[in-house]
């Protein structure tokens, strides 16, 4: 109906948003390009372009039908987040003092990776805390050799995931330890293995922070 994906990196986003409430709600393209930030009104042409089409009422009643379903999860997503937040606070809030002031990462990411691992007296060690996030490799047999595989990918995906980002952004930091450590191995391993890798180090020097 609207291909607003070839302006607009993300279609659900504040602009993205505006765009669609305004079709829905029958307003013409010059009052829904005043709700826009000055960044996409520079690509009018081409939105006036895309809106430059009529849409039947059924149409716009669904379109509205789904943008209240995407604000009702919104609200759904922020109370939940709210949640995560306030859990690992109570709860954990040395670990989180730790955490955020050493990962570089935002609070809720802090908060939903502890809240995701829960004690860290349950592992005792920081490799057990590596293999219970699935972050190390599987290890098989071939006649009398050993090889390592793809990692088990165990535990918890959103914790997982979280400590990947983390990797990701410590191997963008220049001057890093964690940097010399990712670069060293991705000459080896290639880049996908080193993010995992650097994880996995990452994943230990948590359990260190905590635990010691």
């Known amino acids: 109906m609207f291909n607003l994906k070839d302006v607009l990196t993300d279609i659900f986003g504040k602009s993205g948003r505006a765009i669609l409430s305004g079709i829905s709600s029958g307003k013409n393209v010059d009052q ?48 939940l987040e709210i949640e995560i937040f306030n859990y690992a606070y109570r709860n954990h809030e ?9 990962l570089g990462v935002g609070e809720l990411g802090v908060a939903t990776l502890i809240a995701e691992i829960g004690d860290f007296k349950d592992f005792s060690s920081g490799n057990k805390l590596a293999s219970w996030l699935g972050i190390v490799p599987n290890v098989y047999q071939s006649a009398d050799k050993y ?3 793809r990692i088990t990918k ?22 890093s330890k964690l940097k010399e450590f990712f670069n060293r191995k991705k000459k080896s391993i290639g880049y996908a293995k080193a993010i995992v890798a650097l994880a996995r180090k990452i994943a230990t020097i948590i359990w260190h922070l905590i635990r010691q």
Do not use: T, Y
């Not at 690509?43 to 149409?59: F, V």
């Open 94 to 102: 040395r670990e989180m003092e730790i955490l955020v002031s050493v």
């Open 154 to 175: 165990r535990g918890s995906k959103e914790a997982r995931w979280i400590l990947i980002q983390i990797a990701q952004a410590a191997a963008r930091k220049k001057n």
């Open 32 to 79: 829904i390009m005043e709700n826009l930030s000055p960044n996409v009104r520079n690509k009018s042409a081409q939105i006036r372009e895309i809106l430059d089409k009529e849409i039947s009422q059924s149409a716009a009643f669904r379109l509205n039908i789904c943008l209240k379903l995407i604000k009702c999860l919104d609200d759904e997503i922020e109370i």
């Open 147 to 149: 090889h390592n595989g």
